[in-house]
């Protein structure tokens, strides 16, 4: 008699879009949110019907970086973040754009995080009130072992911020590259030479502890499977909405 086992579902991949965790579905969905975009490139617009998330809780079980190509050539660059299981036994990542101010914000306070430990990751979007720049990143907290709540909050490893006189100091830390005159006319310039130290300080310094207990137990953070595995469930780019 012939039987076909369909192929299980091996990952759930999360976006970040206006300031929250999104989920693919479909508008016959209760819990579907309407977004219309626009495609930055081709000004195409569309319509997405997504899941709506504040925040995702986890351990950071593995990290990796991606790059997928689209039909017109544009070179899509990710990094994944993987928090774990959910009880179905399927890999949750967070696929966040590179040159993102998100991914920014989470890799500059990525050695900060003690990976053992449980995380709440709650992305951002908003102009202040008082006015100022736009703010854009990810708060992440750890779970305060007191109270049960998410409320350690994890700071930038690179940037010391300090007050005085009144007035806010910055100082770059361990080696984040300082803007100069030229770059200050060419900030694009300056922010990709920046995302390249952070990327390769997280494949440095961070993702190599991840290699460490996979290469001794043969699997991460409980998931069964490799992750180069996993990630072969990630969505076609040609079908992701902008």
Known sequence: MFKAEPQKKRATYYSIKEGSFRLPTDKEDPEAVRREYTNPKTKEEGVAYERVFKALYGIISDISFTENTLKDGT????????????????????????????????????????????????????EPKDGGPRRVGISITHQNPDTDTFDVKIQNFFVKA????????????????????????????????????????????????????????????????????????????DEIPF
């Not at 696929?95 to 998100?102: I, K, L, P």
Request: aromatic share 10%; proline share 6%; hydrophobic share 35%.
């Open 75 to 126: 070179v899509l660059k990710s990094i994944n973040i993987v928090l774990g299981e959910d009880e179905a036994g399927i890999a949750q990542i967070v696929s966040v754009g590179t040159n993102s101010r998100f991914a920014s914000d989470f890799l500059k306070k990525l050695p900060a995080i003690d990976l053992s430990r449980p995380v709440c990751l709650m992305p951002y979007d908003f």
């Open 162 to 237: 300090e007050e005085k006189d009144g007035k806010m100091t910055y100082t770059n830390l361990h080696g984040l590259p300082e803007a100069t005159e030229e770059d200050r006319e060419d900030w694009e310039f300056f922010y990709k030479k920046e995302a390249k130290f952070l990327i390769n300080y997280a494949k440095t310094h961070i993702i190599p502890q991840f290699n460490g207990e996979r290469a001794a137990t043969g699997q991460i953070g409980g998931n069964k499977e490799p992750l180069d595995a996993v990630l072969d469930d990630a969505p076609n780019p």
